[in-house]
């Protein structure tokens, strides 16, 4: 039993086993003055260390893009990516570790969202079934939590009850298999699992594979099915990390580890199929791959006429214009992010603003997207976050 401070002022206890790691969950207030109730919340994951205690939140000026200094909302090992409940105010998130309660898994943890003050309450945790969780998503429905196991290479969905608290899983899938990088893809490592538009479909990028795997999901049940097709294969060795669905769910556009592509698909959406369309670099053009170059996140702009990917060694973001007939990809430009290893980013709602996280400069930068181009012009706000890895933004009320 791990001691778990809610707030400043009460003290609750939580059974909760994290093998050779200290598990403290704490939320506070933002900072004073009091925010301007506009202003939207914004949960930032890390990796925790010397920087870093956990999960921290800040505020966005919706109008000025302007951010709050952070606040340590939750403290607790490695919460590298969040997602937020679409209707209740609920958070979710990994802990990327490789064992908890005496067993080599990582966890999930969940909170409850004060979305006034900005305070996270913990609700529970559970096992993730497998080591090194790396992402998660909660389906459409608001019933389930679907989370990807990176160290393990496997995939798992936690029901989500009524108070917000994860059940333990109703589901679990093992990847098997390998590709040609004897090094990175010896055997399988789900990076990421999203849903479609249509809540139908579980699509799993397995970096170790090559391939985005296909699931149907029943999200009243909590249950996984291999879809028909069971699989998309990308290029052999290009690592298939993160996937993003354009807003009608007609297109799907992958992002590539290892060879620094992006790889876009049609989407059948009786089968959940995906056709491939484009395969492109995520670099500027003519910019080769070098060492210690690698991607990292990839996001379809609100209005789904663009496509943001992230390049770590690079350090920058690429924006891409998706044809509105063919969903295809053209290269719009490259925005350099003002630090080292971009490692995650997110886009505002109203698709306003781009905020990334430099994971090894230990800032979070904010961008404004221009509405007709989608090209990105630095706001002016950045702040210290150690090892920011994701983002998610809650309205304040």
């Known amino acids: 039993m791990q001691n778990l401070r809610i707030n400043r002022v009460s003290t609750v206890w939580l059974v909760a086993a994290l093998a050779g790691v200290s598990l403290t969950m704490s939320a506070q207030s933002p900072a004073q003055p009091k925010e301007d109730p506009a202003s939207l919340l914004v949960y930032i994951g890390t990796y925790t260390g010397a920087k870093s205690k956990g999960i921290y939140v800040s505020r966005l000026d919706p109008a000025t ?45 969940a909170f409850r969202i004060d979305r006034a003050s900005g305070r996270l309450t913990a609700l529970n945790q559970q096992s993730s079934g497998g080591a090194g969780p790396a992402h998660l998503t909660v389906d459409k429905t608001g019933r389930n939590v679907l989370v990807a196991n990176y160290g393990g290479g496997s995939v798992s969905v936690l029901p989500i009850a009524e108070d917000g608290q994860l059940q333990p899983a109703t589901a679990f899938v093992q990847h098997a298999g390998s590709s040609v990088n004897p090094q990175r893809q010896k055997e399988p490592h789900a990076h990421a699992i999203v ?103 990839i996001i379809v702009h609100p209005s789904g006429r663009f496509v943001y990917g992230s390049n770590r060694g690079h350090d920058s973001l690429s924006v891409f214009a998706i044809d509105a007939a063919s969903g295809k990809l053209t290269f719009v430009e490259n925005q350099p992010t003002q630090g080292r290893t971009p490692r995650g980013f997110n886009i505002d709602p109203t698709g306003t603003f781009l905020i990334a996280g430099n994971q090894q400069s230990d800032s979070v930068v904010v961008f404004r997207i221009d509405a007709k181009s989608g090209r990105l012009t630095p706001a002016g706000a950045k702040i210290e976050v150690g090892a920011p890895v994701s983002f998610e933004f809650v309205r304040p009320r």
């Open 195 to 297: 849903v479609d538009p249509s809540n139908q479909f579980a699509y799993v990028p397995d970096l170790g594979l090559d391939k985005v795997m296909i699931y149907r999901l029943a999200a009243d049940k909590g249950t996984l099915t291999p879809g028909e097709p069971a699989f998309a294969a990308v290029a052999p060795g290009s690592g298939p990390r993160h996937i993003a669905f354009h807003p009608g769910g007609r297109c799907a556009y992958v992002i590539n580890e290892m060879l620094c592509t992006v790889a876009a698909f049609s989407r059948d959406a009786k089968s959940g199929g995906l056709t491939e369309l484009q395969t492109i670099s995520s670099l500027p053009p003519g910019q080769a791959v070098q060492p210690g170059y690698s991607t990292a996140e």
């Open 65 to 109: 893009g302007a951010l709050r200094a952070p606040e340590l909302a939750a403290e607790l090992p490695s919460p590298s990516f969040l997602a937020v409940h679409p209707t209740k105010p609920y958070l979710y998130a990994v802990n990327e570790v490789s064992t908890f309660a005496g067993k080599a898994t990582g966890a999930v943890s």
